[in-house]
């Protein structure tokens, strides 16, 4: 069975600072996605990385593919109180036939 | 586009009570799948579709039933309502998945069930 694992599970932080979440398995992934979820609503995608070692830039959020395809990392710089959300991580399952999550890193960010 | 739709948004069952949550999607999406969202435990494969006349299961299919008449529609039904199954469900669609990249997927707004 394919894990992801986020860390950290929560993370509390003042507008302006900057952060890294994290997803791990020890599973090879064909590709990864990362979501944002706000209260009360669906995820939303936000990037997919295909090739190891791939970085992808979405304004001031940095995506990273691990080299080996295992692992990948979200970076936001001077985070805002609009980046308040539920981030996943999810991953092309064993035969492409079913999308896996991780369960979540909760970002709070205060003005 | 009206994208992917839920219905009910709330509902509240009685133990053993059965029920149908709604799905549909209008963007021609051949993939289609059910997630329960419950705290500190992320999103969970209920049941998906690669196609219409096509279903499998997925991590915790216990207690749920689909079907794939349509490409547009994929209902989830309760078939004796447990208070376990209280969660926020999920629907979401997408163009179509390989075993090499993951288009995006697209989610409706939930349905959120309590079971007393």
């Not at chain 1, 995820?43 to 992808?56: N, Q, R």
């Not at chain 2, 509902?11 to 419950?38: F, I, P």
């Not at chain 2, 991590?59 to 209902?75: K, L, Q």
Request: glycine share 10%; net charge neutral; proline share 4%.
């Amino acid at each position: 069975t394919q894990l992801l694992e986020q860390s950290p599970q929560f993370l509390s932080i003042q507008e302006g600072e900057n952060l890294t979440v994290y997803c791990n398995s020890s599973s090879v992934f064909s590709s990864l996605q990362w979501y944002r979820q706000e209260p009360g609503e669906g995820p939303v995608l936000l990037v997919t990385v295909v090739t190891g070692g791939e970085v992808k830039k979405l304004k001031r959020l940095t995506f990273q593919f691990g080299d080996a395809r295992k692992d990948s990392s979200l970076h936001i710089t001077a985070a805002q109180p609009g980046d308040t959300g539920l981030y996943l991580c999810a991953g092309a399952g064993q035969a492409g036939t079913a999308l896996i999550f991780g369960k979540g890193t909760t970002l709070s960010v205060s003005s | 586009n009206a994208g992917v739709t839920q219905t009910p948004k709330f509902q509240v069952l009685k133990t053993g009570q059965s029920m149908t949550l709604q799905c549909a999607q209008d963007m021609n999406h051949e993939y289609m799948s059910w997630y329960r969202q419950d705290p500190g435990m992320g999103l969970r494969l209920i049941h998906y579709s690669v196609g219409a006349g096509i279903t499998d299961q997925g991590e915790v299919p216990n207690g749920y039933n689909v079907s794939r008449s349509t490409t547009e529609d994929f209902p989830l039904r309760l078939l004796s309502a447990a208070p376990s199954q209280t969660s926020v469900y999920f629907c979401a669609s997408s163009y179509s998945i390989s075993a090499f990249t993951y288009n995006e997927q697209f989610f409706g707004p939930g349905t959120r069930l309590t079971v007393l």
